[in-house]
Structures are given as C-alpha cells and as structure tokens.
C-alpha cells in the first residue's frame, strides 16, 4: 500500500537528533510524500534547509500559524512571502485560526490569515489551514469559512490562481460536518489526522466520509497528534499507516486504490511548478 503525509513537521526540535532514521522509516513503510509545513519564519526556513538536506521530501510550506500571528511583524511577513517563491515551496502556510488556545488575539489571526491567504492566490499555491475552537463551539470554523468567500476562495479569483486543483487544505480537520461540507463547496481538499480518533471529534470522524474521493489527504501533523499505536510523546511520518488505514475503512475503500489516489491527490494539489496565477490576479 502507498501513503502520503501531508503536514509533518520534519523540522521540529524533537527530530533533530535522528532526523535521518525518521525519514528512512518513513520510506520503508511506504510513505512516497512527505511535506514540510512552517509555523512562523524560522521554522519555514528550516524547512526549507531540510529539503536541501533530504531532496526525497516532497515539498516545503512557508507561512504564518495562528499562534505565532503577533509575533511575526511587516518585515518577517515580506522575508516569508520572498520565500514563497522557491519552485520546493508548494504551498502557503500552515496558516488559519485558532480561537480555542487564543496564542494570538483574535484582530491578528484574522489579519495573519488574510495575508496568507492573499499570497496563496498570488502564487498559485495552496493555503494550509489549521482550524480549532473551544469544544463545544465553532465560531473559528465559521470565521475561516467567511474569510476564504471573502477572499475570493470558490470564486473568480480562486479560479484564476487555481483553475480545477484545491485553493485550500484544510489540515487536520475538525469541526461540524456541515463546516467541511462548506468548505468543500469553496473547493477546499481535507487532510485527515490523529485527531480524528480523539474523544469529541466524532463530527469529524463522520465527514472523512464525504469528502469526494480526489480531495481527499492524509497526513500525521507529527510530532503531534499521535494515532492509535503511535507514541504518544512523539508520533512519526510512518504512524500515517494507521490514519491511512482507518480512512480506507470508514470510506469503504479498497486499501490499496485509496492509497494510488493518496499519491495522486497530493501531486495535484501541492504540484511543484504549477502554473502561478500571479499574472493573472494581480
Ligand atoms: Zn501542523
């Protein structure tokens, strides 16, 4: 069976010290992609010095997580967006809002996301969106929603940047199931997580189900968000497997088609040297 990881924070502290044993068990249990997302400018550099060292790795994500939104002042947003550029950059983030941790006041998620997004249609490549509010709510989910129609997401701006390829990952998904079927509607690829298994993500669990099957991904968002199995203190590209496997299951799919798909929907999505929509959206 094939896998993909989506969204592994290869750069992160944790793996510095056996970066390359990680990697070397992430290929033996099939796992053909792997993309890197950044977290703020640093991170996102780093990524990018992986890469360098590993050109194995599918590709690098640069951009502004919610967390890290205040922090990241004009100057570091223009160093980032100067990043995004690089043909190994193939998509925008992770970005998005998290209103449940609130690192970040909620004025500067909102304007951290807007710049992302604004520069996931200027280069063509994809915006990863991190989504969570406090248990029980969806004020987060509703905002993001309204500021990807707002920017043009589902419409003319991000059919001229995208064409038929997804605008949008929502990464990790989390939340109601009519959330996901909105943000499917804008055109939006879901990447499914360890946190589908979790206590409260029932919501989630069911709408693996209905994302159409050439927008569907998988990924770990290591070293969190370890599955069933998976060492709790630090979860691993390989872990993917099982996430990989459950997806399969609840969708009723045949393993190993579903993981020729995986393949497919992230070489789409997140294609290296897609054409960029700059000229055309300005
Ligand atoms: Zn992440």
Request: hydrophobic fraction near 45%; aromatic fraction near 6%; charge should be negative.
């Amino acid at each position: 069976m094939r896998f993909v990881d989506t969204h592994c924070h290869l750069q992160a502290e944790t793996f510095a010290a056996d970066i390359a044993e990680v990697i070397a068990a992430a290929d033996l249990a099939g796992v053909e992609r792997i993309l890197v997302p950044g977290w703020d400018e640093e991170s996102s550099l780093a990524a990018l010095a992986l890469i360098d060292r590993f050109p194995g790795l599918a590709g690098v994500a640069v951009g502004v997580h919610p967390h890290a939104a205040a922090e990241a002042d004009a100057p570091a947003w223009e160093r980032i967006s100067a990043l995004a550029a690089d043909p190994r950059v193939v998509a925008i983030g992770e970005t998005g809002l998290d209103f449940d941790r609130m690192f970040s006041p909620r004025a500067a998620q909102l304007a951290n996301l807007r710049r992302n997004l604004a520069l996931a249609l200027a280069t063509g490549k994809p915006a990863i969106l991190h989504c969570r509010s406090k248990a029980g709510e969806r004020d987060a989910q509703d905002a993001l929603l309204a500021e990807l129609r707002a920017a043009g997401f589902g419409g003319e701006a991000g059919r001229a940047a995208f064409g038929e390829r997804p605008p949008a990952v929502l990464h990790s998904v989390s939340g109601p199931v009519d959330y996901v079927e909105a943000a499917l509607a804008v055109g939006c690829a879901v990447s499914v997580s360890g946190l589908a298994f979790r206590r409260g993500e029932e919501a989630t669990a069911e709408s693996v189900r209905l994302v159409p099957p050439d927008r569907i991904l998988v990924e770990t968002d290591a070293p969190y968000l370890s599955p069933p199995g998976a060492p709790r203190r630090r979860n691993e590209p390989a872990w993917v497997r099982v996430t990989t496997r459950w997806v399969a299951e609840r969708r009723a799919e045949d393993p190993d088609e579903l993981g020729q798909r995986l393949v497919a929907n992230h070489d789409r999505t997140f294609s290296r040297g897609a054409a960029s929509g700059a000229s055309s959206t300005r």
